[in-house]
């Protein structure tokens, strides 16, 4: 019985051992198969550490290769807990010159990780505070360098470049947009340590870090700093709630300034508010675009055949009754007889309604879906509203009319500045772009190449040439007058429309505009200004928005050197203005003769002799009463 039990004690004794044998094998077979990358990766962590170097992000360029979002190199603070010897005289040190609590850092200090980043006081320190802690010298505390995106011009532009947040990504604006573009790969320093946390200085491995890639926009920062300038004009003389403008070149889409007020500087976007932040107006903001929308009924009635502008006439008494709707003109008592011409260089409300009448709701309509208004454009920004124009189910004459000049309806800034492309560039809508395209500046290869793309034919180039002709005039006889640039050929149209709250018309608060484009006879530039409410000022498009558009415009003629045009529309001078005319040739006279030919003038001589060979500004160039005009003389 003894020996029975004595087997039995050792028969289960090595059935255990057994078993014991067999699950430490499945154990080991386990960790061996299926969890070896897991514990491989929680070992190296014990004795590898990684210092990540962050990646440049690609630069934004304008359309000449001129930098305007570039990058800085800052100091980022990073902990090796186990490498800390005295954390609390650490903690101490750390926490006043970041000036934080002592508590937090001691937090950051002690943690139970391998590398502890000091986020977010320890980020993007400057060179003075980073100097402080390096003078440190302790062991386990590191400076590494971060890149920083650096915007040179500040504000210029903010709301469309958007902003980049602490750790380099893209929040907003083209930054946002583009962002896998231009955030490039981020490098890192990976060294070994001992068992005590000690580093190894033997055993480093160094991954660079992998710069974004580049955009290249189509703007042209020369005119994109005028067009800041001249807002910022706006403001501190009017005032105003908003401002914004754009500039397009209207045969191919492309954006050649954008801007808005108020803005912000994106170096410093957290002092500003949200709704600044994301409301990039000149694609965001809808509202009642007033006269400029009569360049769409005055195209439409053109091209239909509807009206000629030499030949039909009008009677605008002041107001005309639709339905039983009074719908006044701005002009009390009205302009009397006028033709079609004059309807349109007078902004001539009731002359427009006149036109939308003989157009018909539908053919009117169509042409406003053709233009492109109730849609987005498809520019590649983020933020872009719809606008809203009337079902057409809805309309009666009320609305036909009141949408003939402008009112009732509801578009968006680069909705119009496309439109009036269209109408100017030979009847082609394009599709407004930005991006120009996107390039590896290290291997100098494109990636992305950006081209226009035209959407449809809305109107003919011969009802093109005739638009063009009308709104040239509106600029030299017209309400446009105030962006009348002497010796060059500048088209336009006023813009003056009463803000709507709740349903219903705001007295005295208004948005006013204007759209114009040069050369009249082949433009390459369209530029819209509008003006949210400006305070002190009759509240005209032709009063405010205009000399801003001419302002810009002049900007353009400098910065692409265009010669005066041969043939310029001449100018009715109001009682006044500044009176300019032709000045004469006297080049070949004797200075006698010069002098009294140019009588009225002041005159500058350089040279010696009774001849003039050279006169400044030269013959033919519509010149100012009074203006300076320099001879060179020689015998």
């Known amino acids: 019985m003894f020996w029975h039990d004595k087997q039995v004690r050792i028969r289960f004794v090595v059935l255990f051992i057994s078993l014991l044998m067999l699950a430490i094998i499945i154990k080991v077979f386990y960790i061996q198969v299926f969890e070896y990358n897991k514990l491989n990766t929680l070992a190296k962590d014990l004795w590898s550490r990684n210092l990540p170097i962050t990646a440049d992000r690609g630069k934004i360029l304008d359309r000449n290769g001129k930098v305007i979002a570039d ?33 937090d850092m001691l937090g950051h200090v002690s943690k139970k990780t391998s590398l502890e980043r000091v986020h977010p006081e320890g980020r993007q320190l400057s060179f003075e505070i980073a100097d402080k802690i390096n003078a440190l010298n302790y062991d386990g505390v590191y400076l590494l360098k971060e890149a920083k995106r650096y915007y040179p011009y500040d504000n210029l532009m903010a709301q469309t470049l958007g902003f980049v947040g602490i750790d380099n990504q893209g929040l907003s604006g083209l930054e946002l947009k583009y962002n896998d573009y231009l955030e490039g790969e981020n490098g890192s320093i990976k060294y070994f340590s001992d068992a005590k946390g000690n580093r190894l200085k033997e055993a480093e ?37 908003q401002a914004l403008a754009i ?32 409301r990039n107006l ?22 239909e055949g509807i009206v000629n502008l030499f030949e039909d006439h009008f ?20 302009h009397g007889a006028e033709t079609y011409l004059q309807v349109v260089e007078n ?39 719809n606008g809203i124009i009337f079902d057409l189910d809805k309309v009666g004459n009320v609305e036909l009319a009141t949408t003939a000049f402008g009112q009732g309806i509801s578009v968006t800034p680069i909705q119009q500045v496309r439109a009036v492309s269209a109408s100017v560039n030979g009847g082609t809508l394009y599709k407004p772009y930005i991006l120009k395209n996107i390039t590896d500046s290290n291997t100098k290869t494109t990636i992305l190449e950006a081209s226009s793309e035209s959407i449809r034919q809305v109107i003919t180039k011969e009802t093109s040439d005739m638009v063009r002709f009308a709104l040239e005039s509106v600029v030299a006889n017209g309400t446009g007058r105030n962006a009348y640039i002497e010796n060059y050929r500048v088209g336009g149209k006023t813009g003056t429309a009463q803000k709507v ?43 405010v928005a205009a000399p801003v558009a001419k302002a810009i415009l002049e900007s353009y003629i400098s910065i692409r050197k265009l010669e005066p045009a041969s043939d310029p529309m001449p100018k009715v001078y109001n009682w006044n203005d500044v009176k300019y005319q032709k000045l ?34 030269q013959a033919n160039l519509y010149v100012s009463d009074n203006s300076i005009v320099k001879l060179m003389l020689s015998n």
């Not at 000149?282 to 509202?287: D, G």
């Not at 107001?319 to 009205?334: E, F, M, N, Q, Y």
């Not at 505009?513 to 509240?539: C, L, N, R, W």
């Not at 004469?584 to 010696?608: F, H, I, Q």
């Open 584 to 617: 004469p040739n006297v080049v070949g006279m004797s200075l006698d003769e010069a002098k009294k030919t140019l009588k009225g003038y002041t005159l500058e001589y350089s040279g010696d002799g009774n001849k003039v060979i050279y006169q400044s500004p």
């Open 247 to 278: 500039a397009m070149n209207p045969k191919t889409g492309e954006l050649l300034a954008i801007s808005s007020r108020p803005n912000y500087n994106p170096n410093n976007y957290k002092t500003a508010s949200t709704e600044i932040l994301n």
């Open 501 to 543: 709250d709740k349903g219903h018309y705001m007295v005295g608060n208004y948005i006013v505009s204007f759209v114009g484009f040069m050369p009249a006879d082949d433009p390459e530039i369209v530029v819209y200004v509008a003006i949210d409410h400006p305070k002190g000022v009759t509240q005209y498009g032709g009063t």
């Open 205 to 241: 491995e160094y991954n660079e870090a992998k710069s974004g890639l580049d955009i290249t926009l189509t703007i042209d920062l020369d005119l994109q700093q005028a067009v800041e300038r001249e807002l910022d004009n706006v403001m501190n003389k009017y005032n105003p709630e």
């Open 71 to 103: 990058n800085i190199t800052t100091t980022s603070l990073y902990l090796i807990p186990n490498q800390i010897k005295d954390k609390e005289r650490v903690a101490k040190d750390l926490a006043s010159i970041l000036n934080v609590s002592y508590d």
């Open 315 to 334: 009677y605008d008494g002041g107001s005309i009754t639709v339905d039983g709707a009074r719908l006044h003109c701005w002009k009390a008592g009205g």
């Open 282 to 303: 000149p694609i965001w903001m809808t509202y009642e675009p007033g006269s400029t929308m009569k360049i769409t009924t005055l195209a439409s009635s053109i091209n």
């Open 347 to 385: 902004s001539c409300n009731p002359g427009f309604v006149n036109l939308g009448l003989k157009l018909g709701k539908e053919k009117l309509f169509k042409y406003i879906k053709d233009y492109g208004f109730g849609d987005k454009t498809g520019i590649d920004l983020i933020g872009e509203e």
